[in-house]
Protein backbone atom coordinates (compact mmCIF):
# COMPACT_ATOMS: atom_id res chain seq x y z
CA UNK A 1 0.00 0.00 0.00
CA UNK A 2 1.16 3.27 -1.05
CA UNK A 3 1.93 5.92 1.54
CA UNK A 4 0.42 9.26 1.55
CA UNK A 5 3.66 11.05 1.40
CA UNK A 6 4.72 8.97 -1.73
CA UNK A 7 1.63 10.06 -2.61
CA UNK A 8 1.74 13.75 -2.36
CA UNK A 9 5.24 13.16 -3.94
CA UNK A 10 4.06 12.01 -6.68
CA UNK A 11 1.10 14.84 -6.97
CA UNK A 12 3.62 17.44 -6.87
CA UNK A 13 6.17 15.48 -9.74
CA UNK A 14 2.57 16.18 -12.21
CA UNK A 15 2.53 19.83 -10.88
CA UNK A 16 6.25 20.22 -11.70
CA UNK A 17 5.47 18.69 -15.28
CA UNK A 18 2.29 20.81 -15.76
CA UNK A 19 4.09 23.80 -15.27
CA UNK A 20 6.78 22.89 -17.73
CA UNK A 21 5.23 21.02 -20.55
CA UNK A 22 4.58 23.11 -23.79
CA UNK A 23 1.64 21.23 -25.45
CA UNK A 24 -1.54 22.08 -24.35
CA UNK A 25 -2.63 18.64 -24.51
CA UNK A 26 0.47 17.07 -22.29
CA UNK A 27 -0.46 20.14 -19.77
CA UNK A 28 -3.93 19.00 -19.46
CA UNK A 29 -3.51 15.61 -19.06
CA UNK A 30 -1.14 16.43 -15.99
CA UNK A 31 -4.28 18.78 -15.02
CA UNK A 32 -6.67 15.73 -15.12
CA UNK A 33 -4.33 12.79 -13.03
CA UNK A 34 -3.40 16.15 -10.46
CA UNK A 35 -6.93 16.26 -10.06
CA UNK A 36 -7.86 12.65 -9.70
CA UNK A 37 -4.79 11.72 -7.69
CA UNK A 38 -6.15 14.99 -5.19
CA UNK A 39 -9.62 13.07 -4.74
CA UNK A 40 -7.87 9.69 -4.23
CA UNK A 41 -6.42 11.61 -1.11
CA UNK A 42 -9.59 13.14 0.28
CA UNK A 43 -10.65 11.36 3.70
CA UNK A 44 -7.02 9.59 4.39
CA UNK A 45 -7.67 11.61 7.77
CA UNK A 46 -11.43 11.54 7.82
CA UNK A 47 -13.65 12.31 10.59
CA UNK A 48 -16.31 9.36 11.69
CA UNK A 49 -19.95 9.93 11.63
CA UNK A 50 -21.14 11.31 14.77
CA UNK A 51 -24.53 8.93 14.55
CA UNK A 52 -26.74 8.36 16.19
CA UNK A 53 -25.30 4.43 15.44
CA UNK A 54 -28.24 1.78 15.37
CA UNK A 55 -27.67 -2.05 15.60
CA UNK A 56 -29.50 -4.23 13.47
CA UNK A 57 -31.61 -6.68 15.07
CA UNK A 58 -29.20 -10.02 14.07
CA UNK A 59 -26.42 -7.20 15.16
CA UNK A 60 -25.11 -8.10 11.83
CA UNK A 61 -24.77 -4.22 11.08
CA UNK A 62 -24.68 -1.11 12.01
CA UNK A 63 -25.85 2.31 10.64
CA UNK A 64 -25.64 5.93 11.05
CA UNK A 65 -28.54 7.98 10.52
CA UNK A 66 -25.84 11.03 9.41
CA UNK A 67 -26.56 11.53 5.89
CA UNK A 68 -23.27 12.80 5.12
CA UNK A 69 -21.78 9.20 4.07
CA UNK A 70 -24.83 6.68 4.57
CA UNK A 71 -22.76 4.34 5.80
CA UNK A 72 -23.56 0.76 6.90
CA UNK A 73 -20.95 -1.62 8.60
CA UNK A 74 -21.69 -5.06 7.34
CA UNK A 75 -18.91 -7.99 6.66
CA UNK A 76 -16.81 -5.06 5.11
CA UNK A 77 -17.73 -0.91 4.97
CA UNK A 78 -19.06 0.36 2.14
CA UNK A 79 -19.91 3.98 1.19
CA UNK A 80 -18.79 6.56 -0.78
CA UNK A 81 -15.23 6.20 -0.58
CA UNK A 82 -11.92 7.06 -3.53
CA UNK A 83 -10.48 4.06 -2.62
CA UNK A 84 -9.34 1.76 -0.27
CA UNK A 85 -6.87 3.60 1.16
CA UNK A 86 -9.84 6.09 1.98
CA UNK A 87 -12.42 3.37 2.98
CA UNK A 88 -9.05 2.30 5.55
CA UNK A 89 -9.06 5.44 7.00
CA UNK A 90 -12.57 5.88 7.54
CA UNK A 91 -12.77 2.71 9.38
CA UNK A 92 -10.21 3.54 11.65
CA UNK A 93 -11.32 6.96 12.00
CA UNK A 94 -14.73 5.19 13.22
CA UNK A 95 -13.53 2.56 15.18
CA UNK A 96 -11.43 5.27 17.67
CA UNK A 97 -14.66 7.44 17.67
CA UNK A 98 -16.73 4.41 18.81
CA UNK A 99 -14.62 2.97 20.96
CA UNK A 100 -14.34 6.66 22.42
CA UNK A 101 -18.10 6.74 23.16
CA UNK A 102 -18.45 9.07 26.90
CA UNK A 103 -21.01 9.46 28.85
CA UNK A 104 -23.03 12.76 28.99
CA UNK A 105 -21.96 14.84 32.12
CA UNK A 106 -25.46 14.40 33.03
CA UNK A 107 -25.27 10.95 33.48
CA UNK A 108 -28.13 10.22 31.19
CA UNK A 109 -27.78 6.37 29.72
CA UNK A 110 -27.12 6.37 25.65
CA UNK A 111 -30.00 3.95 25.85
CA UNK A 112 -33.64 5.28 27.55
CA UNK A 113 -35.17 2.34 30.10
CA UNK A 114 -38.39 0.98 28.29
CA UNK A 115 -40.85 2.29 30.83
CA UNK A 116 -39.57 6.05 30.65
CA UNK A 117 -40.16 5.35 26.34
CA UNK A 118 -43.65 4.13 27.61
CA UNK A 119 -44.14 7.06 29.57
CA UNK A 120 -43.14 8.64 26.99
CA UNK A 121 -45.53 7.54 24.72
CA UNK A 122 -48.44 7.25 26.78
CA UNK A 123 -47.87 11.49 27.26
CA UNK A 124 -48.27 12.08 23.53
CA UNK A 125 -51.15 9.41 22.89
CA UNK A 126 -53.17 8.56 25.73
CA UNK A 127 -54.57 5.88 24.04
CA UNK A 128 -51.19 4.23 24.00
CA UNK A 129 -52.01 1.17 25.97
CA UNK A 130 -55.70 0.75 24.29
CA UNK A 131 -55.85 -1.93 21.35
CA UNK A 132 -57.42 -0.49 18.62
CA UNK A 133 -61.26 -0.55 18.32
CA UNK A 134 -62.89 0.53 14.75
CA UNK A 135 -66.32 -0.87 15.86
CA UNK A 136 -66.65 1.58 18.69
CA UNK A 137 -68.55 4.70 17.87
CA UNK A 138 -65.44 6.62 19.87
CA UNK A 139 -62.86 4.90 18.19
CA UNK A 140 -58.93 5.05 19.79
CA UNK A 141 -56.35 2.83 20.76
CA UNK A 142 -53.48 2.04 18.61
CA UNK A 143 -52.65 -1.33 15.98
CA UNK A 144 -49.30 -2.73 17.33
CA UNK A 145 -47.35 -1.69 14.20
CA UNK A 146 -48.57 1.62 15.45
CA UNK A 147 -47.69 1.37 18.89
CA UNK A 148 -44.43 -0.14 17.70
CA UNK A 149 -43.88 3.19 15.32
CA UNK A 150 -44.84 5.38 18.42
CA UNK A 151 -42.23 3.88 20.52
CA UNK A 152 -39.67 4.11 18.15
CA UNK A 153 -40.64 8.52 17.52
CA UNK A 154 -40.18 8.39 21.32
CA UNK A 155 -36.84 6.34 21.52
CA UNK A 156 -35.55 9.13 18.76
CA UNK A 157 -37.02 12.02 20.55
CA UNK A 158 -34.68 10.90 24.00
CA UNK A 159 -31.70 10.24 22.00
CA UNK A 160 -32.13 13.90 20.64
CA UNK A 161 -32.70 15.43 24.62
CA UNK A 162 -29.97 13.14 25.72
CA UNK A 163 -27.69 14.50 23.34
CA UNK A 164 -27.38 11.21 21.85
CA UNK A 165 -28.87 12.05 18.46
CA UNK A 166 -27.90 14.74 15.68
CA UNK A 167 -27.80 17.13 18.55
CA UNK A 168 -25.12 17.00 21.20
CA UNK A 169 -24.35 19.21 24.63
CA UNK A 170 -21.59 21.55 24.97
CA UNK A 171 -19.10 19.60 27.23
Known amino acids: METIDNQIARILDDVQRACMA???LE???FLQRIELACKALIGQERAADMGPWKISENGRWISSDNFDND???EIKVTGDFWGDIDRLAYSKALAAKLNDAKELPTGLPKEPPA???RSMALRYRHDFGLDADDSSPMSGGLTDAER???L???HQLYEEVSGHG???WPE
Do not use: P
Open 115 to 117: GLL
Open 22 to 24: EDS
Open 71 to 73: VML
Open 148 to 150: QAL
Open 152 to 154: TTM
Open 166 to 168: FFK
Open 27 to 29: RKG
